[in-house]
C-alpha cells in the first residue's frame, strides 16, 4: 500500500465477526479506531431490552475516509482475510477475543456500511462508511450545503439470538420484526415512539446530500419525504446519472446517495419508509417515520405532511425505478463493462423446504423451510472455506456448484412441479479463473409459491447490472437488449419477483468470496454460494498471504 492511501487499523474486540475497516497509512500516518462490541441496554416500543452494539451505539459509529483509503465491506483487493462472513473467509471472534482487520477503498466514492456476518447479529451491529473524493477532487454535483446520514433498521423486541435458536430448534421460520426504524427509531406510527423519532432539521433553499443505507433484515422499502422531490446520484458507492424521483426503493444491503432541495413551505413533513411486499408473507412491520423540520418561526403543524407511495406490492414501480439507474460513464468516471465473456453461469433462486420426519417441524406442511442457488442448500462448513483453500484442506467443501440448475422448467409459472420444492443440501464453491469476464444470470422461481424479490449481493467486487425483467430469462430476446453502455456498477440488487437479472464483471480479484441473499431468513436457510477467484501468475495478481493471528475455529 503506497504512502498516497490513507487507510484504518480497526480492532475488533468482542464475540462476533464484523464487516469493517482496519489499516490505513494517510501520507505516512496510521489511524486507530476500536470496536468494542458489548450487550447495552435500549428502550423501544414501551420495552427494554439488551443487545449487542459496537461502542455503545445504534446504529454504531460512521467511519469517515477518503476514496484510495483502507477500510471494509468492499472490493478488498487481494485480501479476503478482511471480509469477515462467518465460515466463509474468517471463523467468528470468541467472547473476550480481537482481530484487526485490514480494509482497502481502491475504487469506491460514496457511501457503504460495515456490519456484523455472524448469524443474525447485522441487525444491531452495523454503522455508515462515508468514502469522499480524493483530496483535492470534487462530486460530480454541485456541493450540498450538508451530509446527512439515514440508516433504515429492524428492531426485534425479543432477544434475537433466542429467537434465531426458536426458530432453529422448531424448523420454523424466525418470528418477524416488530418495527423499522429511521436512526435506530422507529417513528410515531408506533407505541411508545413518537417522543424519540428521529428529526432532521433543515434550513430553507439549501440542497442536502442524503447517505441513506438500507439495514434492514428481510424487507425491501419505499422510502420518501412528504411534498419534496429527490435525486438520486449514486449506489453502492459509484456515481449515477441523476435521477429525480418522489421516492425510491432500497433493498437490504443497498446503499443510495440522494439530493434533497429545501425548496417548500416551512414546515414539518413525514419521512416515511414503507415495505415493498413482494413475497407471500406480510411484511414485518408497518411504516417507519421520521420528521424533516424545517428551521425558522412558524406555526408547525398538529400532524406532518404525509408522502404518496406505489402501493405495497407494485412491483411495476419498483422495476421503472431500479431500470432508471445508470453509470455516469465519462472520463472522470469511466466504466468497463466485459463484452466478451469467458464464464456463464445460469442460476436459480428458490424458497424450498426440508422435510422432517412425520410433519414435526413448524415450517410449511410441517417441514423446515430453506432455500438454494441452483437448487443446492448451503451448509456452513466447521472451518472457513478461504483457509481450507488457501492452506488446501480437505472434506471442507466442494468445488462443483454448477453452471445450470439440474432441471429446466417453467420457473416462474403459477404452480410448478412439485419435486422443486425439495433441494440438495452442501457446502459447494464455483472456481472462476483469474481475470475472466463473467457473466451471471439470476433467475428467480415461484418454487412452493415462494416467489419475490431478492437482493443478492456479492462480496469482493463491484458489478455492472447490464439486464433485468419479469418472466423467464430468454437469451434470444433479453440479451440483445442488453445495457453494454452506462449499466449501473453495484454490489447488491433485487432480483425482481419471478423475474431475472443478468451481472457482468471481470473476475480481477483472487480470493474467496462469499455470494447470497441479503434477506437474512434467506441467507440461513442457505441462498449463498461462494466464488473462488483463482490467482494471477504474478505476486501483484495473487492472493495476499493471511495475517499473523485469525480466529481460531
Known sequence: MGLQNMGFILGFLGFVLVNGPILCMARGHIHYYDFILKESNFTRLCSTKSMLVVNGSFPGPVLYVHKGDTVHGVRQPRNSWSDGPEYITQCPIKPGGNFTQEIIFSKEEGTLWWHAHSDWTRATVHGAIIIKPPPGKSYPFPKPHAEKVII??????????ELLAEANRTGGPVQEAEAFTINGQPGDSYNCSAENMYRLSVDYGKTYLLRIISAVMNEALFFSIANHNITVVGSDAAYIKPINTSFILITP???????????????????????????????????????????GNYKAPSKPVTPTLPGESD??????????????????????????????????VSVNQIVCPNASCSGPQGNRPSA?????????????ILRAYYSN???????????????????????????????????????????????????GTNVGGGAENHPMHLHGFSFYLVGMGFGNFNKTRDAPNYNLVDPPEINTFGLPKNGWATIRFIADNPGVWFMHCHLE?????????????KNGTTPETSMRPPPKYLPPC
Open 372 to 384: 438454494s442457488l441452483n437448487n443446492i442448500t448451503f451448509e456452513n462448513p466447521s472451518i472457513d
Open 253 to 295: 444491503g443497498q446503499t443510495m446517495d440522494v439530493l434533497l432541495t429545501t425548496n417548500q413551505t416551512p414546515s414539518h413533513y413525514y419521512m416515511v419508509g414503507s415495505p415493498y411486499v413482494s413475497g407471500p408473507a406480510p411484511p414485518d412491520a408497518t411504516n417507519t417515520t421520521a420528521i424533516l423540520k424545517y428551521r
Open 393 to 443: 484442506i480437505s472434506n471442507v467443501y466442494e468445488g462443483d456448484f454448477p453452471n445450470m440448475p439440474p432441471s429446466l422448467f417453467n420457473f416462474t409459472a403459477d404452480t410448478v412441479p412439485d419435486y422443486t420444492k425439495y433441494a440438495s443440501q452442501g457446502t459447494t464453491a464455483k472456481f472462476i479463473k483469474h481475470n475472466a469476464s463473467v457473466e451471471i444470470v439470476f433467475q
Open 315 to 348: 412491483g411495476a414501480s419498483v422495476m421503472n425505478f431500479t431500470k432508471r439507474m445508470k453509470s455516469l460513464a465519462t472520463n472522470d468516471y469511466p466504466i468497463n463493462v466485459p463484452t466478451k465473456i469467458d464464464t456463464k453461469i445460469f442460476i436459480t
Open 521 to 533: 431468513k434467506h441467507a440461513t436457510w442457505g441462498m449463498n454460494t461462494v466464488l473462488i477467484v
Open 152 to 161: 433504515l433498521g429492524s428492531w426485534f423486541k425479543e432477544d434475537l439470538m
